[in-house]
């Protein structure tokens, strides 16, 4: 397993988020709008589609990571606002690791191809808590 980071969700307000994090922690933001993905307007508005897909702030050995989620995707609230990010080595360990985490939960994402990972799923296990299983593999994004 390659890392294990936390990743955090907002109604818009991700970049604004991210900036005050940038402000205590110092350190470098990455940044990619839901414009940058090259997948057409997915159905967002102009000004969803001018919001962060993802973002990350490296400190020091782990990533906090997080995005804006569109209103069509659903609603978020203090509390279940966040997500558990597990980088695997391998697509048989993701495919693992995600089966086990889904089973008697709910899957939000099946495994499947992504612009930045081989293989990338979301679930939420059977204890409420949401996890996001990623395999780069040879993926080079951002």
């Given at each position: 397993m390659k890392s294990v980071n936390p990743?955090?969700?907002f109604n818009g307000n991700?970049?604004?988020v991210f900036t005050f994090y940038q402000s205590v922690f110092g350190g470098e933001l990455q940044l990619v709008?839901?414009?940058?993905l090259g997948s057409g307007d997915m159905g967002l508005s102009a000004e969803?589609?001018?919001g962060v897909a993802h973002i990350a702030l490296p400190l020091g050995d782990s990533v906090l990571m997080g995005s804006d989620v569109p209103?069509?995707?659903g609603t978020i609230s203090?509390?279940?606002n966040f997500a558990v990010s597990v980088e695997v080595d391998s697509a048989?360990?993701?495919?693992?690791v995600f089966g086990g985490l889904s089973e008697s939960g709910e899957v939000t994402m099946p495994p499947d191809k992504v612009e930045w990972a081989e293989l990338f799923g979301m679930c939420t296990d059977k204890y409420g808590i949401q996890w996001m299983?990623?395999?780069t593999g040879d993926v080079e994004f951002g």
């Open positions: 990743y955090l969700n991700t970049e604004e709008r839901f414009s940058d969803e589609q001018n209103e069509q995707m203090a509390g279940t048989d360990e993701a495919r693992r299983i990623g395999y």
